[in-house]
């Protein structure tokens, strides 16, 4: 069954600090890959997306995740978190083709404390 | 709209009760998704409307739920006789048709209470 695990519910973490959110998923011929963000008493937003090319992306406010297609993972990473930070992340993914819906993991929740 | 606007934000309900909750996508949006957030059990995909195709419905938890699209624009989800299990936030998100592709825009739920 197409599935995607988040194996971290919680990420504690010192401010400064490195952090990584791992995600693995059901291996599939082709997959879109994304990575959501939930902050506290907010609606879910996108951060950033794996379509095709280069298997590194990165977000705007400094996460990057690398699509490993051997490894079926797709890992979302911050060399030095913010409190600011603190939130939920959520991976999805999109199994074969552009249309239908996305699959979630459980989602981590990211502690930055100061 | 500029968003995905959803309604009502926050609803508490008696055990029993039928509950509507609202959804308006971002105009020109032709898919729309149901999703279920309870805590710790991440989003439960409920089901997707695209275009005028017939709806995928095959997330839906029992025959008690049901949505319909109504003009390619507004959505209704509808629980029937509410559970306490049913309590949960729900989410709607809307895309262009390629959706999938890009990402969606999400709203920012309606918290459900069944007392």
């Known amino acids: 069954a197409q599935s995607v695990t988040q194996l971290d519910s919680q990420v504690p973490v010192f401010e400064e600090a490195p952090v990584e959110l791992r995600c693995n998923y059901s291996?599939?011929?082709?997959?879109?890959l994304f990575w959501y963000v939930q902050y506290p008493n907010q609606g879910l937003q996108l951060l950033l997306k794996?379509?095709?090319?280069?298997?590194l992306v990165e977000s705007i406010n400094g996460f990057e995740a690398e699509f490993n297609k051997s490894q079926t993972s797709f890992h979302l990473r911050k060399p030095s978190v913010h409190i600011s930070d603190t939130a939920e992340y959520f991976c999805?993914?999109?199994?074969?083709?552009?249309?239908?819906?996305?699959?979630f993991g459980k989602g981590t929740k990211l502690s930055v404390k100061p | 709209g500029a968003g995905v606007s959803q309604s009502p934000s926050n609803k508490v309900t008696e055990k029993g009760k039928d509950v509507e909750l609202r959804c308006d996508p971002i105009?020109?949006?032709?898919?729309l998704y149901w999703y279920r957030q309870s805590l710790g059990q991440g989003l439960e995909f409920l089901i997707y409307?695209?275009?005028?195709?017939?709806?995928?419905k095959s997330g839906l938890p029992s025959d008690r739920f049901s949505a319909e699209r109504t003009g390619g624009s507004v959505s209704t989800l509808t629980i029937q006789r509410t559970q306490q299990e049913d309590s949960a936030v729900y989410l709607c998100?809307?895309?262009?048709?390629?959706?999938?592709?890009?990402?969606?825009?999400f709203g920012s739920g309606t918290r459900l209470t069944v007392v």
């Open positions: 291996s599939s011929v082709s997959v879109y």
């Open positions: 999805a993914v999109k199994y074969g083709g552009s249309q239908g819906n996305l699959i």
């Open positions: 409307f695209q275009g005028n195709s017939a709806p995928d």
């Open positions: 794996y379509l095709s090319g280069s298997t």
């Open positions: 105009s020109g949006h032709t898919a």
């Open positions: 998100a809307s895309s262009l048709a390629e959706g999938s592709r890009y990402g969606y825009t």
